[in-house]
């Protein structure tokens, strides 16, 4: 305060004689001395009373005040928060008084709120909400939790400076907060982040950044996920997509990153559906760089992958275990140096790799396990010394294109389809009174209620049917809940089976069954069924869709037994 002397007046105009004048550290209810003398040696009372003049002597001391004025009789006149002396204000003062607490900031943290540390940064900046004092050392988990807090409130962008973060837990994102490492370029040597960030996570037993439920439709780019294989980090996953059922991380946009030296798995797909994940860069991985798996019940497909360089994995450079029927598609992807490539587990089917590079397996380049099918990859080399593709699975697998192996030229192609013949129901078919599905371990043809048949000829000698069976299926429990079966046959034979334990009554579920079996004798038609059943005797079935009067009554869905002939020579 440039003139010491403070004076005050009424509404009326009239000094503000007897008036109170009370003062605080800025934004806050913190008592602050002001001083009477210029070596700021003699604290005025507070708060200071002003005399019959409304007049006092009233010197600050550095740092930002809180006025607040009242009369004699202590009715408030005014408020003014940053009020400082004449010195020459910081960076952080004058970003005090432009950018104060957000009204995202107050509501952050489930209400309880986030106060800023370094007020120069903006809103969403993590070093608006810690100090790095030693990147690399200093712990700002606290603060990246905060920032995301902040961000998840109306879909901000989490940002970070040119800097090493150490992350010491994982930073959950549950609502529609992005992030960007600010990184024009990722430095794929892991030495450096090209002018971004690095979240550095050496000791951290767990998923370094995960996306919950509510993280939907929201972008990762221009970012370091750094985590250590040395050691008590075999849980430790770079990116965890997903959480399981119920809390999926759908439309993810992921742009620009890499992951060095996640514990376990590099990015770990568990529950995401139309993603885009671009310009991925995955190394050095313990166990799998990218796996996809959604056998704990989340739901996988319809996500798009393009330009992927996946290199030195533990195990697999990707793995895919999507066995709940969703369909991923890969443009442009680049596997080296794992013990597998690109792996194809069992239940994996209709994925889709257009122009694949592999090299430096130990194992395997492309491995179609048993009971995967129809899986294609389009492959565009192979390195000279790597193993060729092995399929011990459907006759539908299949890879494409001229590869290289051992210094000799191997043409691939397509399974060779010889007939195809499939049946529909448009329409329910319900079954009361129903003897009880797979009293036995194994479902028998006794069972249950026959949903749809279909029969075909062989034609070729030696040929492969692939039989496959989809719709949906409900029943009506004697209680509340019960176990759904469905059972694929080959006569009187069970060649594929699923259940639904503990399923509400009258909810459809959806029914996929796949099996390759071998032809039999030309000419000799063979027939399969599906059949739906219950755990308990009395109840009724329903397929392709539910009963009438029932929950969902009067829903019809399609449902298809389809069978299809390949020649021997497939796969």
Request: proline share 4%.
């Amino acid at each position: 305060m440039s003139i010491p002397l403070f004076r005050a007046f009424s509404a009326a105009g009239a000094p503000l004689a007897g008036g109170l004048l009370y003062t605080y550290a800025a934004n806050s209810t913190t008592p602050k001395a002001t001083y009477t003398d210029y070596a700021l040696s003699i604290p005025n009372t507070n708060p200071v009373v002003l005399d019959s003049t409304g007049s006092a002597v009233v010197r600050l001391a550095t740092g930002g005040y809180k006025l607040v004025l009242t009369d004699a009789s202590a009715v408030q006149q005014w408020t003014i928060d940053y009020v400082f002396d004449n010195t020459p204000l910081s960076q952080s003062q004058i970003a005090t008084v432009l950018i104060p607490q957000t009204s995202n900031e107050a509501l952050a943290n489930s209400g309880a709120g986030v106060t800023p540390v370094n007020y120069q940064y903006p809103e969403g900046c993590v070093d608006r909400y810690g100090t790095n004092t030693s990147p690399g050392t200093t712990d700002m988990t606290p603060a990246i939790r905060d920032a995301v807090s902040v961000c998840q409130i109306s879909g901000g962008v989490v940002t970070f400076l040119q800097a090493i973060y150490l992350v010491t837990g994982t930073i959950s994102i549950t609502g529609p907060a992005s992030m960007d490492g600010g990184a024009s370029a990722v430095n794929y040597s892991g030495s450096g982040s090209a002018g971004g960030a690095i979240l550095y996570a050496p000791t951290l037993n767990a998923a370094i950044l995960s996306y919950g439920a509510g993280s939907r439709f929201v972008k990762l780019s221009n970012i370091i996920i750094q985590g250590s294989v040395i050691g008590g980090t075999t849980s430790q996953d770079g990116i965890l997509i997903g959480t399981g059922v119920g809390s999926g991380a759908h439309g993810i946009r992921m742009t620009n990153v890499a992951v060095f030296n996640a514990g376990r798995y590099g990015i770990n797909v568990v529950n995401s559906v139309s993603g885009d994940y671009r310009s991925l860069y995955i190394s050095g991985c313990g166990t799998d760089g990218i796996l996809i798996n959604n056998s704990g019940g989340g739901a996988v497909g319809a996500n798009r992958w393009y330009n992927i360089n996946v290199t030195t994995s533990g195990s697999a450079d990707i793995d895919i275990n999507n066995t709940g029927g969703g369909i991923d598609s890969w443009y442009g992807v680049t596997v080296e140096n794992g013990t597998y490539g690109f792996v194809f587990e069992s239940g994996v089917t209709d994925q889709k790799v257009y122009g694949l590079h592999s090299e430096g397996h130990a194992t395997q380049s492309v491995w179609f396990k048993s009971g995967s099918n129809r899986n294609l990859v389009w492959a565009e080399t192979v390195g000279s010394s790597e193993p060729l593709p092995a399929n011990a699975g459907g006759a539908q697998n299949a890879v494409m294109g001229t590869l290289v192996s051992g210094g000799s030229v191997v043409a691939t192609g397509k399974p060779t389809s010889v007939q195809r013949v499939s049946t529909t129901t448009l329409t329910n078919v319900n079954g009361a009174g129903l003897s009880a599905m797979a009293t036995g371990s194994t479902p028998t043809t006794g069972e249950g209620l026959l949903a749809l048949t279909q029969a075909i000829t062989p034609s070729c000698p030696g040929s492969v049917l692939t039989v496959r069976a989809e719709g949906m299926a409900s029943a009506h429990f004697g209680g509340t809940s019960g176990t759904l079966f469905a059972a694929l046959f080959q006569g009187s034979t069970c060649i594929g089976a699923r259940s639904w334990p503990s399923v509400a009554t009258d909810v459809p579920y959806m029914v996929k069954i796949e099996a390759d079996v071998a032809a039999g004798s030309i000419g000799t038609a063979e027939t399969f069924t599906l059949r739906i059943g219950s755990s308990a005797g009395g109840d009724t079935v329903t397929f392709g869709g539910a009963a009438a009067g029932n929950l969902y009554g009067g829903t019809i869905n399609t449902g298809q037994l389809t069978i299809e002939e390949y020649a021997p020579s497939s796969g």
